[in-house]
């Protein structure tokens, strides 16, 4: 079965430092890797999504991933984070074929401090 | 403007009752699912539904049940079999072989069971 790891549980940063979250999943084949954002008392959104072309994907506010094939990666990064991204992140991955439902990781919360 | 109702918001149970939980979506979508969300476990999938009159088990299905009579919406009854129901539900949608389209999320309703 499918699974995806997300390797930080909590992350407190100082706003304007740098952001880098990890997403690791175990399908070997063709795959949709997705990045959801939930802000408090708010429903998912969807910062960016891959499924082909260049790997280095860019999302809505200032957020990008790259999709590493080679290490079954889709890590997310934010050059300069606000404390307006404080939030819980979650990556997820699906099966490019057969219908196949999204599978989450399980979430990483980040902490924005001022 | 067309996306996913779930309600109610909040509700709350007795423990040993049946509860059902709404969603309904007027996005046209044939793909619906339900997660559930625990702090520090992410999104796990419940119960999917590619079309009317079908359904998937997900990989949490013991405790619930679904049915889908009408596109527009797929209901999840938490039986009292499920030992541990608090938890936060997720109704999302997305058109039919459509692997890589984002799923459309409702706002969630929050069940606790006392």
């Known amino acids: 079965a499918q699974s995806v790891s997300q390797h930080n549980h909590h992350v407190i940063l100082s706003e304007a430092a740098s952001l880098e979250l990890g997403c690791n999943y175990s399908?070997?084949?063709?795959?949709?890797l997705f990045w959801y954002v939930q802000y408090p008392g708010q429903h998912l959104q969807l910062l960016l999504k891959?499924?082909?072309?260049?790997?280095l994907v860019k999302g809505i506010k200032g957020f990008e991933a790259e999709f590493i094939k080679s290490k079954f990666s889709f890590n997310l990064r934010k050059p300069s984070v606000q404390w307006s991204d404080t939030a819980e992140y979650f990556c997820?991955?699906?099966?490019?074929?057969?219908?196949?439902?999204?599978?989450f990781g399980k979430g990483t919360r980040l902490s924005v401090i001022a | 403007d067309g996306g996913i109702t779930q309600s109610p918001k909040y509700l709350f149970r007795k423990e040993g009752q049946n509860v059902t939980l709404s969603c309904e979506q007027n996005l046209n979508h044939d793909a619906m699912y339900w997660y559930r969300q625990d702090p520090g476990q992410g999104l796990r999938l419940i119960y999917y539904s590619q079309i009317v009159n079908d359904f998937q088990k997900g990989d949490i299905a013991e405790g619930y049940s679904v049915s889908r009579e009408k596109k527009e919406s797929f209901p999840l009854t938490v039986t009292s079999a499920q030992k541990n129901p608090t938890a936060f539900y997720l109704c999302?949608?997305?058109?039919?072989?459509?692997?890589?389209?984002?799923?459309?999320f409702g706002n969630g309703t929050r069940l606790t069971v006392t």
């Open positions: 891959y499924f082909s072309g260049d790997p």
């Open positions: 999302a949608s997305r058109p039919q072989g459509r692997e890589n389209s984002p799923l459309h």
């Open positions: 997820a991955v699906n099966r490019n074929s057969g219908n196949t439902p999204l599978v």
């Open positions: 399908y070997g084949g063709t795959v949709n």
